[in-house]
Nanobody, 115 residues
Framework: QVQLVESGGGLVQPGGSLRLSCVVS????????TGWYRQAPGKQRELVAD???????NIAHSVKGRFTISRANAKNTVYLQMNSLKPEDTAVYYC?????????WGQGTQVTVAS
């Protein structure tokens, strides 16, 4: 059974940093891409960043220059390094894994940016 477990969320002051981690388990192979979405209260879920199986990254304009996505294939882990955090980054962050014809979601981790 595929499982995605996120960690690293929390409360941080504006200008601070957090690193989110997502461990993918379940013996899956042929991952096409992994990524992070977020959903703020009252807003639609939006893509933050993703990384393809070839290492090509795609970063949302709103976080470009502040957030970085990376992965450790040997650990089946994808990371989201978030720097210079702003209050508008406050949201639940979800990890996703794309296989051929299927997408899996993590349970989400809360990130709150407030002073």
């Amino acid at each position: 059974q595929v499982q995605l477990v996120e960690s690293g969320g929390g409360l941080v002051q504006p200008g601070g940093s957090l690193r989110l981690s997502c461990v993918v388990s379940g013996g899956i192979t042929n991952i096409l891409a992994t990524g992070w979405y977020r959903q703020a209260p009252g807003k639609q879920r939006e893509l933050v960043a993703d990384i393809s199986d070839t290492g090509l990254t795609n970063i949302a304009h709103s976080v470009k220059g502040r957030f970085t996505i990376s992965r450790a294939n040997a650990k089946n882990t994808v990371y989201l390094q978030m720097n210079s955090l702003k209050p508008e980054d406050t949201a639940v962050y979800y990890c996703v894994v794309d296989l051929v014809g299927k997408r899996y979601w993590g349970q989400g981790t809360q990130v709150t940016v407030a002073s």
